[in-house]
């Protein structure tokens, strides 16, 4: 085996809410992805009967399962543990849904979930993301400052926006966004302008957003490719999310196909890892 991307479907972003209100069963939108050449997806993994319906459609299909977790304290991990220990899954992501307000009580819940995670075989990632531990970029650069062994999952989006980066970030924007890049070890994946946290990929005047995400993309799997050991694979999990996420028009609709820009993010994402394989 060799280092391998794995390129994942969020299946929040497979949510339709569309005001004629029809939604696909999760079974029709497994298929539908698997169809489609994802190598997996991403869902909650908190409740045993919603996990085993997940596994007993995918595992047939040959698909893998990214684990999402929202725990609110240092125990609240431990179903998602059990879980990921009785039905597998390629690894867990923890959105920290706790917002801590010092450096010190973040390690300390850090490394309360690292003494949970290492009675396990699987992957256990921390999501940068608004509203949860993560959600502040330099904040996150001070936990890694004193934390360096922490394992993310990068969702840049949330930093763009959060910070409202201008469309030419700064050296200084490069430098910090390169370092969460440098401790990565998976990715969810949508476009940010600095001022809505996720924009259609296909309009014109998102060109140059698109480019940048792609740049920093780039860099962390070639980043991740000189950490990685050899049978290692990388996620990248296309999450171009429902409304509220999604831009809608007057009667709460999608502007967009998401489904389409999904597939159009995973052509994207297949390229860029050729590039990063290529310069390493």
């Not at 004629?20 to 298929?31: A, Q």
């Not at 959105?95 to 973040?106: C, F, K, T």
């Not at 256990?124 to 993310?152: A, G, I, S």
């Not at 050296?171 to 370092?179: L, N």
């Amino acid at each position: 085996m060799h280092k391998r991307l794995l390129i994942f479907q969020s299946m929040w972003a497979m949510e339709r809410r569309h005001s004629d209100g029809y939604e696909r069963s999760l079974e029709e939108n497994i298929h539908k992805l698997a169809v489609a050449g994802f190598d997996g997806f991403t869902d909650h993994y908190y409740s045993r009967e919603h996990v085993k319906r997940l596994v007993a459609t995918c595992k047939p299909l040959g698909l893998q399962v990214e684990g999402q977790v929202f725990p609110t304290d240092i125990d609240g991990l431990k179903p998602a543990l059990e879980l990921g220990v009785e039905f597998g899954c390629h690894h867990l992501t923890i959105q920290a849904d706790l917002r801590p307000r010092s450096v010190r009580e973040a390690i300390a819940i850090l490394e309360g979930w690292q003494r949970l995670v290492e009675q396990v075989e699987f992957p256990v990632l921390v999501e940068t993301h608004r509203y949860r531990l993560t959600n502040d970029l330099l904040f996150t650069l001070n936990v890694l400052d004193q934390y360096p062994n922490l394992k993310l999952v990068a969702d840049l989006s949330h930093y763009v926006v959060a910070r409202e980066f201008p469309e030419q970030p700064s050296v200084e924007d490069h430098a910090q966004i390169r370092r969460i890049l440098d401790h990565s070890w998976g990715f969810h994946g949508r476009v940010s302008n600095g001022h809505q946290v996720q924009v259609p990929l296909s309009f014109r005047q998102h060109r140059s957003w698109v480019a940048l995400f792609n740049d920093w993309w780039r860099y962390g799997m070639e980043s991740w490719l000189k950490r990685a050991g050899e049978d290692d694979t990388l996620s990248f999990t296309c999450e171009l999310g429902p409304p509220p996420y999604a831009i809608t028009d007057a009667d709460g609709n999608d502007i967009v196909d998401r489904w389409e820009e999904s597939l159009m993010l995973k052509g994207i994402i297949e390229n860029t890892w050729c590039e990063a394989v290529r310069a390493n």
